[in-house]
């Protein structure tokens, strides 16, 4: 099974930060990874797929790069509604495997 | 606009099995892979398996053996039991739509249900 570890498990910013989560896989996935945001009591959203295709509806502060093994997903200037919980998950091949997640609070 | 929500109880007894149907409206379940993913109570996502519109499926291998799922095309519903459960079960289940394009994202999601397992 292909282990997924994101980094850091915690967070915390302010407003307008620049935010970077790394995701590293343990073993080559191509770029086959996708980047979800959870609220809390809320299902996954996803933000982007292919490791740096925006999804449709998502803000442009989101971005996201890598290949192989290493991932990172940046947002560029944080708002309010960001503070969330940051998922990352391959689909390479099944068993599909997310990361443990990185909590994302306020400062 | 695609919609799935999950339906079942919401308490199990341990050893018995459950049960959960996802309903898809605003969109057809052809042409997409079905899939359940659970979260423990303060804990991270784990996929269980899908099911794809043909009823093929693909199971985590820690679940294989008490997992089973089915379609019903007629009713744009998928389902998922799980038996023997225990306490380790209990979870928030989610389905969630999967795409067949690679690479495949997991593009719509339901609500989620809670479901515990307790005598």
């Known amino acids: 099974d292909i282990q997924m570890t994101q980094s850091p498990s915690s967070l915390s910013a302010s407003v307008g930060d620049r935010v970077t989560i790394t995701c590293r896989a343990s073993?080559?996935?191509?770029?086959?990874l996708s980047w979800f945001q959870q609220r809390p009591g809320k299902a996954p959203n996803l933000l982007i797929f292919?490791?740096?295709t925006l999804q449709n509806g998502v803000p442009s502060r989101f971005s996201g790069s890598g290949s192989e093994t290493d991932f990172t997903l940046t947002i560029s200037s944080l708002q309010p509604e960001d503070f969330a919980t940051y998922y990352c998950q391959q689909t390479y091949t099944t068993p599909y495997s997310f990361g443990q997640g990185t909590r994302l609070g306020l400062k | 606009q695609v919609q799935l929500q999950e339906s079942g109880p919401g308490l199990v007894k341990p050893s018995e099995t459950l049960s959960l149907t996802c309903t898809v409206s605003g969109g057809s379940i052809r042409r997409y892979y079905w899939s359940w993913i659970r979260q423990p109570p303060g804990k991270g996502l784990e996929w269980i398996g899908y099911i794809s519109d043909t009823g093929s499926t693909n199971y985590h291998p820690s679940l294989k053996s008490r997992v089973t799922m089915s379609l019903d095309t007629s009713k744009n519903q998928f389902s998922l039991k799980v038996n023997s459960v225990t306490a380790s079960d209990t979870a928030v289940y989610f389905c969630?739509?999967?795409?067949?394009?690679?690479?495949?994202?997991?593009?719509?999601w339901g609500q989620g249900t809670l479901v515990t397992v307790s005598s």
């Open positions: 073993q080559s996935i191509n770029m086959f």
């Open positions: 292919s490791a740096s």
């Open positions: 969630a739509r999967m795409t067949y394009a690679i690479p495949g994202r997991f593009d719509y």
